[in-house]
C-alpha cells in the first residue's frame, strides 16, 4: 500500500532542495528537446491551431513570420492551418513560456540548470512589455524586436554566462522577495539584481567594434521589469521536475493555461493531463479597453504558484496587488489561503510581513478538494483576440475541477 504521506514528503524535499542556476543562452533548436524547424511550442496543455484563442494564434503568425517561414499575415495563417506545422506543449520539452508561450527555432533561450539533478529547463528572453508576442501582438515592431534579440541581446547574454559559468537564480529569488517581489507579476528587484550581476561579465567580453550593441543590450535589460521572469520560470519549471513522477504523491508539479484549457498535473499520476475551460479573470484594464476585450487566462507562468512563489507569496508584494485593483489585506488573505492547501514552507524564500515564514509551497490536491479552497494566480492579461497585446492585469483562482478529477483519478490508481 503506498504511503501518500512519506510519498508528499519525498516530493516536497526534492522541490526544496532543487538549486536552479542559470549556465548559457543557446538557440531553441540547439537546446530544447525535441525541437525542429516545423514545432511550434505554445504554453499549457496540447491544443490544436483550430482550438487556439486569439493571443495564441496571433503569436504563432507572429513567429512564422519571424522565422522566415511566412512573408504576410495571410501566408502564416494558411500555414499554421496546413498541418505542415505540428504544435506541442512547452512543458512536453522542459520548455515554459509566458503567456501565449510561443517557441520557435530561432529564439534565443534561457537555460536553466538544476545543479542538484543535472536536469535543464529553457524559457525564451523576455521582449518587455507592450505589444509584445507572448501577448499574440505580430506587427513590424514586433518582428523587429525578435530579431535584434536573436541578433545581439542573445549573443551579449551567451557571452557573458559563459565567461560567469553560473549564476545562483535561487539566491537572487530569496533576496527579491524581501525587497517586494513575488516573482510572477512583479520581478523588478531580481531584475535590478540579475542586471547588477550580469553588467560586468557583459563588459568584461565587450567586442569594441560592438559597443553600440553593446550599450543597446544593457539599456533595453536595465529599463525591461520583467528581465528576470523568464529565469524564476525556468527555475521553478526545472525545481518541479526533480518532483515528478513520485509514487503516491498528491503534489501538483504544473499548472499551466492555453487561453482555452486550464490543466495540471500531479507527482504520482505521471504526464496525464487534468484540464477544463480557462477562466476569464478579474482584471484591472489599461486605459482604451473593456472588459469585453479580456481573454481567458493563460500562459504557463502559473509555474510560478506551482513552485511556491507568484500568488503563494503576494504578501511579500504589496505594489503589485495595488497594481492588479486588490488591498494589502486581499493579498495576505491569499497568501494565508495557500498554506492551507500545501505541503510546507519555503526554506529559503521568507515573507517579512508575516515574520519571515516561508511562503507556502507544494499545493496538494486532496487538500484543495478536501478544504474546498483553489490556488491563486496573479497574472498578466492578454486581448482575446489575436494582433492586439495585453490589455491589463488580474487575479485569478484556478477552477477547482481540474482537482477534482485529479483526486478522483488519484483514488482510482491507489485505492488498494
Keep these: 500500500m503506498v504511503d501518500v504521506d512519506r510519498a508528499n514528503e519525498q516530493a516536497l524535499k526534492k522541490l526544496l532542495e532543487a538549486r536552479p542556476f542559470w549556465v548559457d543562452i543557446q538557440p531553441a533548436i540547439e537546446c530544447v528537446p525535441g525541437m525542429k524547424k516545423n514545432l511550434i511550442l505554445h504554453a499549457g496543455p496540447p ?36 498541418g505542415e506545422i505540428e504544435y506541442d506543449p512547452c512543458h512536453h520539452h522542459d520548455t515554459v513560456g509566458p503567456m501565449a508561450g510561443i517557441v520557435c527555432a530561432s529564439m534565443p533561450m534561457i537555460v536553466t540548470e538544476d545543479e542538484v539533478t543535472g536536469k535543464r529547463a529553457y524559457q525564451s528572453l523576455n521582449e518587455g512589455i507592450g505589444k509584445v508576442l507572448r501577448m499574440g501582438a505580430y506587427d513590424d515592431e514586433v518582428i523587429e ?3 535584434w534579440m536573436e541578433r545581439v541581446l542573445g549573443p551579449v547574454y551567451q557571452k ?38 550580469t553588467a560586468p561579465y557583459i563588459l568584461e567580453t565587450l567586442d569594441q567594434n560592438k559597443l553600440p550593441e553593446t550599450i543597446e543590450a544593457l539599456k533595453f535589460m536595465e529599463a525591461n521589469i520583467h528581465t528576470f521572469l523568464g529565469f524564476a520560470m525556468t527555475s521553478a519549471k526545472v525545481s518541479l521536475m526533480a518532483a515528478e513522477d513520485i509514487e503516491g504523491s498528491s503534489m501538483v508539479t504544473i499548472m499551466a493555461r492555453n487561453g482555452t484549457d486550464w490543466g495540471i498535473q500531479v507527482s504520482g499520476l505521471g504526464k496525464q493531463w487534468f484540464t477544463c475551460e480557462s477562466p476569464i479573470p478579474d482584471v484591472l484594464l489599461f486605459p482604451g479597453f473593456t472588459k469585453d476585450d479580456v481573454g481567458r487566462d493563460i500562459g504557463d507562468s502559473a509555474i510560478m504558484e506551482t513552485y511556491g512563489i507568484g500568488g503563494a507569496a503576494i504578501a511579500a508584494a504589496p505594489a503589485i496587488i495595488l497594481f492588479v485593483g486588490g488591498t494589502y489585506d486581499l493579498a495576505v488573505s491569499k497568501t494565508m489561503d495557500m498554506y492551507e492547501i500545501t ?22 490536491i486532496i487538500k484543495v478538494v478536501k478544504k474546498n479552497l483553489p490556488p491563486f494566480i496573479d497574472t498578466g492579461v492578454a486581448h482575446k483576440d489575436p494582433g492586439i497585446g495585453q490589455v491589463g492585469a488580474g487575479l485569478c483562482d484556478a477552477p477547482m475541477q481540474v482537482f477534482k478529477d485529479a483526486v478522483v483519478a488519484f483514488a482510482k490508481k491507489y485505492s488498494k
Design 145 to 147: 524586436r525578435l530579431k
Design 47 to 82: 491544443i490544436t491551431w483550430e482550438r487556439m484563442c486569439g493571443p495564441q494564434r496571433g503569436a504563432t503568425i507572429g513567429a512564422l513570420i519571424y522565422e522566415g517561414m511566412a512573408k504576410s499575415v495571410e501566408e502564416a495563417e494558411e500555414l499554421a492551418a496546413s
Design 160 to 197: 557573458a554566462i559563459r565567461k560567469a559559468g553560473k549564476i545562483d537564480l535561487k539566491n537572487i529569488m530569496a533576496q527579491a522577495i524581501q525587497m517586494g517581489d513575488e516573482l510572477h507579476n512583479r520581478s523588478r528587484a531580481a531584475s535590478y539584481i540579475l542586471f547588477t550581476k
Design 343 to 364: 505541503l510546507g514552507e519555503n526554506n529559503i524564500y521568507q515573507i517579512p510581513s508575516l515574520d519571515f515564514r516561508g511562503t507556502p509551497t507544494g499545493i496538494d
